[in-house]
């Protein structure tokens, strides 16, 4: 398995792949199919080793192995990136370090399952980075990224879309749901959006006013 790397760098998503729940072979490879820059972080490496993935970075604090070049006699070009800040996940560090890149778009797979703490992790994370990437984390069932304040996007009836708040987001009206929203908030302990659909075949809008809204597209 390897990645095409034949479309321009920052045009295209950046792939990460965390050190979570491995997604679907299928997966993986569709997502490096398109992806012209790829980060490994260092606890999913053995995995990545073993499916031949080609990838252009591994990135973390190493504190469970030494990393070198001799480790990649066939991937020469591999960037090792030492980042020992303990007050960072290595998810965030891999994320300013896209960022400093210049790096606009990014997915991220392997980021849920497992343990639970880094899972919720994750996704708050992708609040915290909204701002200045926009972020994807992917797997087998679920699409899970930051909604800008005014959405808009076609689904088939029945899609499952759930909207869950980082804290507190005002103002919430949807059109194309199953359950809609009208001028409404949710918050995160109180009140979730999860498990609405879409009512029918056609496009779904979702505006927000303050917060930070996180919309889940899942399938069982």
């Known amino acids: 398995m390897s990645s095409h ?8 998503p950046a792939l990460i792949i965390a050190n979570g729940q491995p997604c679907s072979e299928a997966l993986l ?16 490496l053995d995995n990545v ?9 591994l990135l973390g604090d190493f504190d469970r192995m030494e990393a070198n070049q001799e480790l990649f006699p066939n991937q020469p070009d591999i960037e090792i990136v030492h980042t020992p800040d303990q007050n960072k996940t290595d998810l965030e560090k891999a994320l300013d370090f896209l960022i400093a890149k210049g790096q606009k778009a990014v997915n991220i797979v392997w980021a849920n399952g497992l343990r639970m703490d880094h899972t919720f992790n994750n996704i708050c994370t992708l609040g915290k980075y909204a701002p200045q990437i926009n972020a994807v984390i992917l797997d087998n069932y679920s699409k899970i990224y930051v909604l800008p304040n005014d ?7 029945g899609q499952v879309l759930s909207l869950f708040a980082l804290g507190e987001v005002k103002g919430i009206n949807t059109k194309g749901l199953l359950y809609n929203l009208n001028n409404e908030s949710l918050y995160i302990v109180e009140r979730s959006g999860s498990s609405n659909e879409s009512a029918e075949t056609g496009i779904v809008e979702i505006s927000y006013k303050e917060g930070i809204l996180i919309l889940m597209e899942c399938n069982d």
């Open 49 to 57: 080793m073993s499916l031949g993935v080609k990838f252009d970075v």
């Open 5 to 12: 790397h034949f479309v321009k760098e920052n045009q295209e």
């Open 151 to 157: 959405f808009k996007k076609y689904y088939a009836k």
């Open 29 to 44: 490879g569709q997502l490096l199919e398109w992806s012209p820059y790829v980060i490994v972080l260092d606890g999913a």
